[in-house]
T-cell receptor
Framework: DAGITQSPRHKVTETGTPVTLRCHQTENHRYMYWYRQDPGHGLRLIHY???????DKGEVSDGYSVSRSKTEDFLLTLESATSSQTSVYFC????????????FGPGTRLTVL | AQTVTQSQPEMSVQEAETVTLSCTYD???????LFWYKQPPSRQMILVIR??????QNATENRFSVNFQKAAKSFSLKISDSQLGDAAMYFCAYRETSGSRLTFGEGTQLTVNP
């Protein structure tokens, strides 16, 4: 298995509170991604990073911010969580090259009450 | 923007039989990659098979094969000799050659009946 972990694995929080999810990799891959998975929508890209301090928005970036200060860590922050952000969040990593496989973390189930 | 559509939310198959999952996509690009990912109840995303658009030959990985129809923008997954362990959600995904992001379909939930 690719060396990719996510923390926490489960979290329950209240509307309006800040939440940070962490993705950590030991593969030294350049690219890191955050997706959310919701029934009927598959996985949708939130943000991604193509290097330290280099990030870009995905298709559902509103309400989320990211940071990458080290190659191995990619943080996803919900500044003020809303119930619509209840979801399963996946981190993924890949090397450079469109044919390269994206390796996924185990996912974080976030519930916003 | 590229879109990926899986028109079968649920499919079922008898153990040892063959099943085909459908996927269509929309793109103006001529070169790209297509993928099928499997997500069992453990939630782990597992790459099943990939196809490079410029390759005419359909990709095959053991019991898994694809039918890639570039002109029709169709990319179906065939699972032969289905096993109970094949039961999972299957996602089709698209990636531009020049890009790094994946665009996923909605998924097909496959049930394997003993």
């Amino acid at each position: 298995d690719a060396g990719i972990t996510q923390s926490p694995r489960h979290k329950v929080t209240e509307t309006g509170t800040p939440v940070t999810l962490r993705c950590h990799q030991t593969e030294n891959h350049r690219y890191m991604y955050w997706y959310r998975q919701d029934p009927g929508h598959g996985l949708r890209l939130i943000h991604y990073s193509y290097g330290v301090k280099d990030t870009d928005k995905g298709e559902v970036s509103d309400g989320y911010s990211v940071s990458r200060s080290k190659t191995e860590d990619f943080l996803l922050t919900l500044e003020s969580a809303t119930s619509s952000q209840t979801s399963v969040y996946f981190c993924a990593i890949s090397g450079q090259g469109a044919g390269n496989e994206q390796f996924f973390g185990p996912g974080t189930r976030l519930t916003v009450l | 923007a590229q879109t990926v559509t899986q028109s079968q939310p649920e499919m079922s198959v008898q153990e040892a039989e063959t099943v085909t999952l459908s996927c269509t996509y929309d793109t103006s690009e001529s070169d790209y990659y297509l993928f099928w990912y499997k997500q069992p109840p453990s939630r782990q995303m597992i790459l099943v098979i990939r196809q490079e658009a410029y390759k005419q030959q359909n990709a095959t990985e053991n019991r898994f094969s694809v039918n890639f129809q570039k002109a029709a923008k169709s990319f179906s997954l065939k699972i032969s000799d289905s096993q109970l362990g094949d039961a999972a959600m299957y996602f089709c995904a698209y990636r531009e050659t020049s890009g790094s992001r994946l665009t996923f379909g909605e998924g097909t939930q496959l049930t394997v009946n003993p």
